[in-house]
């Protein structure tokens, strides 16, 4: 009977998610954007604070005319920004200048619920991704 009521529920739930994109063809360039890297890697807790920038790359190529959403957590948590934010020339990797303190940890979210400006060339916004990571003392 649990195994029943579970594949309903799976039947249902694929069911739901076909529906939605039932009338829509689904392809790389139809669905949204992922973070695919980072620099630092998320969950890294030996980070050098010496680092000059933080990258995030996209699956695909973006919005690039200051189309961003760098989300702070706390102001604690932030990193302090140098400058500019850009894209690099491949159009996928966002890069913000920044200086890092010694054995804090750092929390950015690239998009979030409030704000997507990650978006693609088709204005789908990026799926939210949270960058979490710890520099060393």
């Known amino acids: 009977m649990l195994r029943f009521k579970i594949l309903l529920v799976a039947g249902m739930v694929t069911m739901g998610f076909g529906m939605v994109k039932a009338d829509s063809h689904i392809s790389v360039d139809s669905m949204p ?61 966002c890069v913000a200048p920044v200086k890092l303190e010694a054995g804090k940890t750092y929390v950015i ?3 979030s619920q409030k704000y997507n400006y990650f978006k693609d060339k088709n204005h789908n916004s990026a799926i939210p991704y949270m960058l979490v990571f710890q520099t060393r003392k």
């Open 33 to 93: 954007p992922v973070v695919v890297n980072t620099f630092p890697q998320a969950g890294d807790t030996a980070v050098d604070p010496a680092i000059k920038e933080i990258r995030v790359t996209f699956s695909k190529e973006m919005m690039t005319q200051e189309m961003w959403s760098w989300v702070m957590v706390s102001k604690e948590s932030f990193p302090r920004i140098t400058g500019d934010i850009k894209f690099l020339d491949d159009k996928r990797t």
């Open 109 to 111: 979210w690239f998009n």
